[in-house]
């Protein structure tokens, strides 16, 4: 076991089976160290958080959704890096959407979830760069959406 996977055993995370691609792409692309991960929805073995953040979803479970979508991200972080989290060198750039209400503005708020789990699954190496986007919809109804760019050693 990883130290990155018995940090996030402390934290009673157990990482699921990475999720299929739902449409014509694939979950991650490599291109030298970096690798681009696809958007991970707020999905889990229950279904997940769905609905529009600000109005049937409060903060606090959009939050929780967030750190669904990290939880997913790191499934996809160790497939691509074959099995291995402690090959992740740096997290280097989160891309999370919130499927927000019109007026719904902690959107920021809502991605911490994310990249929260970033941080304490990684340390200093979880720290990265962000994007936070409020959005109409998200594929399939679900509240939260994040992609991400790792470099692997």
Do not use: W
Request: hydrophobic share 50%.
């Amino acid at each position: 076991m990883s130290k990155v996977e018995e940090r996030l055993a402390e934290l009673g995370i157990v990482l699921p089976q990475p999720v299929a691609p739902v449409a014509n792409y694939v979950p991650f692309v490599q291109s030298g160290n970096l690798v681009h991960i696809s958007g991970q929805i707020s999905l889990d073995a229950d279904g997940g958080v769905k609905g529009t953040v600000g109005a049937d979803v409060d903060l606090e479970t959009a939050q929780k959704a967030a750190h669904l979508c990290g939880v997913n991200l790191l499934a996809q972080m160790k497939a691509a890096a074959n099995g291995d989290l402690d090959r992740v060198r740096r997290v280097v750039k989160l891309g999370g959407f919130v499927q927000a209400a019109g007026d719904f503005i902690d959107i920021p708020k809502v991605i911490n979830g994310c990249s929260d789990l970033m941080v304490a699954a990684f340390g200093d190496a979880g720290r990265h760069a962000r994007s936070a986007v409020g959005v109409y919809k998200l594929p399939l109804g679900f509240a939260v959406e994040v992609d991400a760019v790792v470099e692997l050693a």
